[in-house]
């Protein structure tokens, strides 16, 4: 099935919980014939062993799945079903309603055309209902069906359905939704599915599967620009080379001209192969291989398009976001972002405003929570190649991953690129890294030392400074403390500033390292995920973790400059160790034991240290 078959319908059921999403996927499956006697049977039996429905037959059983499904009675994961009609063929995604599950149902919605918005006739709109119906509007869903379920249950009442009908009218408008078409149904019985009820005189609108049979969703990629988003270099031996992907708008013949749309480099369409064969042209949809008559620089990731409609190159953005993890959005932090095929480093930069779903007002945010949506600037590591969401789903669309536990986090839609990206061009100078280490005559790098407050992490990086000088090596020192008197002195210690504290400090370190010197930096950084980001600037052997491991009970007792003392009484929040979690490195490059057990003379201590020291400033060519 090739995207925008007009005979193909995608679509979804969304709402809240316990509304009948699944109950009308297998009302439709039944009056479209799809439904075997076994199976019915089956499901008959099944509805007697879980009860959910009494007497009935609960033809949600049909496509709950899971265990914990038919034994909780809800959806849990996207079920996807396939059914035909003599009309029409469709994809129906069986979403979940369960707060804890948006991340389904926002999975269900970004590869659907249309969505059917259930409504509990009894409950009328939720939060939830307004949440799934955002989603569906940000995820570039234009038209919908306002399904007003369980009529039966409030006596086929008009005045009920008008009512929601005429709360959702607001809510449509503040989201700016595309058609919406009301029906009044019953999933249980049947009623205004595949045939007109008679216990609905009042409502001359079409049943819901005569709707769906008929709506018309042309929106066909086919007509888009082209893209070709580059998944695999296909290079067997030395004779061939080929471009494997999908094209995902637009078309392409033998011979047309495309250009690289980082690069800019322009050549042409020199064969296309298709799953079989050679074939001249490949269209929306269609995965093929495509051999250029130029061997261009093309790796995973890229994207062929035409020199006349390239998509934007850029490394900074505004996207709407749509965060699904439990843990929240730190603006700053490092995450890995998934554009096509593409992965790249990338942090939110801003985070402008979150949505209230049930008002669509904006509210003022430093951080996202659980399900919540909102509006974001992004960075990335490297410029890549979109479209903003609005002109082509497909090339608009990402998620983000952390780079910690590789949990999905959250899932955006590029609204524009920001103009700053457009303007900057990255400098070349005349003098090299390696020109001025030369100089020096010293490796540059990074050495960070990681650890609570009162661990020994400053003294040992002035040691190690001292040492180095004595040596002749240029170095610098970069502490904490010192960085928050000037650079840093605009920044708290909630974890979004703790973040952003050390983003700055690793952006300062990596200027140093190209002026050719050796950066000793000493700081809490309590999170891995910074201290991977900051890793991630410098080349593997530019970057030196030492952990400085000190029982907090040993760093308390210390507590050289008061803050335990005063994180205890309440005088410091966030204060790591006390009210804010430190996660130790589990592999640092050092790792020095800073405990000053009883018996242990400053001699002994200074001697530790030394043997502590001496790997890194060989290490460090001293």
Known sequence: MRTGDPSLLRFLT????DDGKSTLIGR???EAGQIFDDQLAAVERDSRRHGTTGADTDLALLVDGLEAEREQGITI???YRYFATSRRSFIVADTPGHEQYTRNMATGASGSDLAILLVDARKGLLVQTCRHATICSLLGIRHYVLAVNKIDLVGFDEAVFRKIVGDFEGLSGRLGLGSVTAIPISARYGDNIAAPSASLPWYDGPPLLSYLESVSVTADPGERPFRFPVQWVNRPD??????????????VGVGDAVISAISGVTTQVERILGPDADQDEASAGEAVTLVLSDEIDLSRGDVLATAANRPVVANQFTADLIWMSSEPLLPGRGYLMRIGPRWVPASVTLLKHKLNVDTQEELAATTLQLNEIGVANLSLASPAAFDPYADNRRGGAFILVDRFSNELVGAGM???PLRRALNIVPEHTLVEKQARAALKQQQPCCVWFTG???????????????RLHELGRHTMLLDGDNLRLGLNGDLGFTSADRVENIRRAGEVAKLMTEAGLIVLCSFISPFQAERDMVRGLF???EFIEVFVDTPLEECRRRDVKGLYARALRGEIPNFTGVSSPYEAPQTPDARIDGSTPAGVTPADLERRLDAVLAPLVVRLGA
């Open 14 to 17: 969304c709402g809240s919980v």
């Open 28 to 30: 439709l499956l039944l």
């Open 77 to 79: 994961d996207v079920a």
């Open 238 to 251: 030395a004779n061939f080379r080929g471009y494997a992907g999908t094209v995902s708008s637009g078309r």
């Open 414 to 416: 590029i609204r524009h």
């Open 452 to 466: 609570l407050s009162g661990s020994g992490k400053s003294t040992l990086a002035k040691g190690l400074e001292k």
């Open 539 to 541: 080349k593997p052997e």
